[in-house]
């Protein structure tokens, strides 16, 4: 609907223009300050150029337009949002979309550990990640996901020697001395009770089974991992494993040699990331021949540049600031633009039950468990708080709150706001068929500002993509719904004189909320049951 005013806009003004939402959707839908930038120029005051500038759109058939202390205010017509709204309840499964895009983005976001479950410092970049890609989709982006598998170095090992010490013991009943770090939590004695089970006690007497149960150990935590993510609603295109692309090790250190990016120095291979912006240069290759961490990760930014994709966004943990600057000098290095590399930090999020804190668990040791998050507050709760703050900011919220029904619970208040709008539909006796050829041009103001505001969706949703701010559509979504309930409480729907222009205008509602729900990764809600209505 935007890009129709702004061509309607163009064609009267010869010029794009800046359009800006106003506080007060009484006074305008759109206002732009044109006039104060044709003032110096037109040597005439912004409120004459504005008056006069009104004037070109008196054969609208889209806007009403006037002039207001220098600026000019647009009002969408209600024949026109009408001829909207029928043509988006026609084509429901198009609503609030944008044509394809030519581009492509490869987003890489979780890529976690495969040592244990997904903790509570996983979840935010991963709903995160899931609804940037869901929301790029629907507004025609080319979006492929991808997750990083760090299967390769010590971790790994250690995962080994976990399991098989915590067999010895636990199993076995044989004393261990357990290492400095190692991983505990009740998970890996579930593991080694699954070793014990599928390989026999064997596999806990003999010290050179370490490295197949890291392997195995491995596997099973993946499958652990794609379980968390699924519960979730979270699916991935790629998994990447690191230690599938170390035998391009040799060929991208030779890359790297190639373009004067790396040098020795003390019996170590070192990459010159200080020279191009970073505040240190750092070690690739040990002085034992050992990649580090960074050459891994060298390796797999190669692989994913040579790949094609138009922009790279990776969603790190916020702990990772300072590893942007030397993976971008390496990106340079390769070859490549390392502006195609968008990096979106992620803050951690502080959990609270009953004013508390939300306690740890057992089975992952020191950490909350994204499968404990979820069997307290549900796949649709969790992703809507998750994205519900900018991404930087830190997050804090009481899982109890989450379980309220009533308008402080923003999932309840959403979903009650769909749900209300099918349980007219249904005191009416009629479906959305039914209304489609009902007049909204003769709606109140009231009425029009909340169609207007149902018919918004694909420029929320284009606003939050482009800008990284999915707070943006929780946001506009209470906003709908706190309008929609409002409007509900005031005016009497069913058997009024224009009950199917009013139900027509509740279908729009219904339509943007149930979309903008589902490309957040939410169904939305077409009954609830509660003990009394929600007043405003």
């Not at 709204?85 to 609030?96: G, P, R, V």
């Not at 195995?216 to 993946?222: A, E, N, P, S, T």
């Not at 004067?260 to 240069?281: F, T």
């Not at 994204?370 to 809507?384: H, Q």
């Amino acid at each position: 609907m935007k890009e129709i005013i702004k061509e309607e806009i163009y064609k009267a003004l010869g010029q794009n223009v800046v359009l800006e939402k106003p506080k007060d959707r009484g006074l305008a839908h759109y206002a732009t300050p044109y006039a104060f930038s044709l003032a110096k120029e037109l040597k005439k005051s912004p409120k004459i150029i504005a008056d006069e500038l009104a004037l070109k759109f008196s054969d609208s058939k889209i806007l009403e337009v006037s002039a207001l202390n220098g600026y000019i205010n647009f009002r969408v017509k209600g024949e026109f949002l009408d001829k909207i709204s029928s043509h988006s309840l026609k084509n429901a499964d198009k609503f609030a979309t944008s044509k394809p895009k030519n581009s492509s983005t490869l987003i890489e976001y979780v890529s976690a550990n495969p040592t244990g479950p997904l903790h509570i410092g996983h979840v935010r970049g991963a709903v995160y990640g899931d609804t940037l890609a869901r929301v790029g989709r629907h507004i025609g982006e080319n979006i492929t996901t991808e997750y990083y598998i760090n299967d390769a170095g010590n971790q790994i090992d250690l995962l080994g020697i976990s399991i098989y010490l915590v067999g010895r013991e636990k199993l076995l009943g044989l004393e261990v001395e357990y290492p400095e770090s190692f991983y505990r939590g009740e998970y890996i004695e579930d593991l080694a009770k699954e070793a014990l089970d599928e390989f026999g006690e064997d596999i806990f007497k003999d010290e050179k089974s370490c490295s197949k149960l890291s392997v195995w150990g491995k596997d099973k935590m993946i499958k652990v991992i794609q379980k968390n993510l699924s519960d979730a609603h979270i699916s991935i295109d790629n998994w990447v494993s690191e230690k599938s692309l170390y035998n391009k090790l040799e060929s991208t250190v030779a890359k790297l040699k190639k373009c004067g990016g790396l040098y020795e120095q003390d019996g170590k291979i070192w990459i010159n990331s200080s020279a191009v912006g970073d505040e240190k240069d750092r070690v690739v290759i040990r002085e034992d021949t050992r990649p580090t961490y960074l050459a891994g990760d060298i390796v797999y930014h190669d692989d994913k540049f040579s790949r094609g994709f138009d922009r790279y966004i990776n969603i790190w943990g916020a702990d990772h600031h300072g590893y942007i600057a030397r993976m971008k000098a390496s990106i340079h290095f390769l070859g490549y633009d390392e502006s195609r590399l968008e990096v979106i930090l992620a803050q951690m999020v502080s959990l609270l039950k009953n004013g508390e804190t939300f306690k740890m668990s057992k089975r992952a040791g020191n950490f909350i468990l994204m499968s404990d998050v979820l069997e307290e507050i549900g796949s649709d709760a969790l992703r809507l708080i998750f994205i519900s703050k900018k991404c930087d900011t830190s997050l804090e919220f009481d899982v109890d709150e989450l379980k309220v029904e009533d308008s402080s619970n923003p999932i309840f208040y959403i979903n009650y706001a769909h749900a209300r709008v099918n349980q007219v539909f249904g005191k009416a006796g009629k479906k959305v068929d039914d209304v489609l050829d009902a007049n909204l041009d003769d709606l109140n103001e009231e009425a029009k500002n909340l169609l207007f505001e149902a018919l918004i969706l694909n420029e929320i949703l284009e606003d939050a993509f482009y800008s990284r701010q999915l707070q943006k559509i929780p946001d506009y979504l209470k906003s709908l719904s706190a309008s929609f309930h409002k409007f509900y409480n005031e005016n009497r729907v069913v058997g009024s004189q224009n009950e199917d222009a009013l139900l027509k205008l509740f279908a729009v509602v219904a339509l943007s909320i149930k979309t903008a729900l589902k490309v957040i990764g939410i169904e939305a809600k077409s009954k609830m049951v509660r003990k009394s209505e929600i007043e405003e």
